[in-house]
């Protein structure tokens, strides 16, 4: 297997809805990422695990919560979002922490909020 | 901090033209340079890292440290090069790497 797999593909949820994103590999990669990509813009940064430990939070607002209940697994939990948070979110992850490999992306799950 | 600028939002040529995309980067070290390719409806995937020195689907990349420039170069363009281009550089923030990307050239090929 070396895809990531995210899931769910589409989601719309109201702006007082809970729901998570998941994001699976089976790579035996050691470091998940979560990036946010806007129509037409690159892929930003949210959130960094190596090692299942979160080591980087680029700011991101509190209703978006990162999971990684173990080293193949990370969640994205979101709560209480805003219409501007509409946009594709990516899962990412790479062969070791430094990521000298590159990364491999997830197909991503694009998010509406009504 | 490192960061990428690819000057071009949109870039057209014609099938079988050459094609270049420009990349430039800021670091005070040596950067780990990337490009990505993000075809319609697929996901973002990547093309090739500097440090292997490699040509992947006939797309080449030197690093020009001289103008700080990581220009991705192709000598006959096909139509299915038509894709979204990221220009990425690897950077160690908080304990971990992350990849900044730049905000893209669009390659239209025409036919």
């Known amino acids: 297997d070396t895809e990531v797999t995210q899931t769910p593909k589409h989601l719309v949820m109201g702006m007082t809805n809970k729901k998570s994103l998941k994001c699976e590999q089976h790579?035996?990669?050691?470091?998940m990422y979560w990036y946010k990509q806007k129509a037409k813009k690159p892929p930003e940064l949210m959130f960094v695990?190596?090692?299942?430990?979160?080591?980087i939070n680029e700011s991101v607002p509190s209703r978006f919560s990162p999971e990684c209940p173990n080293s193949s697994l990370l969640n994205l939990h979101l709560h209480a979002l805003q219409p501007e948070d509409s946009a594709l979110y990516l899962c990412?992850?790479?062969?070791?922490?430094?990521?000298?490999?590159?990364?491999?992306f997830g197909s991503g799950t694009r998010l509406t909020v009504v | 901090a490192q960061r990428v600028t690819q000057p071009e939002k949109l870039l057209s040529v014609f099938k079988g033209a050459p094609v270049e995309l420009k990349c430039n980067y800021s670091?005070?070290?040596?950067?780990?340079l990337f490009w990505y390719v993000q075809y319609s409806r697929q996901r973002l995937q990547l093309l090739l890292r500097?440090?292997s020195r490699e040509s992947i689907k006939g797309f080449t990349a030197d690093l020009n440290k001289g103008e700080t420039s990581f220009h991705l170069k192709k000598p006959s363009a096909l139509v299915s090069d038509s894709a979204l281009y990221f220009c990425?550089?690897?950077?160690?923030?908080?304990?971990?790497?992350?990849?900044?990307f730049g905000t893209g050239t669009r390659l239209t090929v025409i036919p």
């Open positions: 990412a992850s790479s062969q070791d922490v430094a990521g000298n490999y590159g990364y491999t």
């Open positions: 790579m035996g990669h050691r470091a």
């Open positions: 695990y190596s090692y299942e430990k979160l080591s």
């Open positions: 670091y005070s070290g040596s950067p780990e």
């Open positions: 500097h440090i």
């Open positions: 990425a550089v690897r950077d160690w923030v908080g304990g971990a790497n992350n990849l900044f």
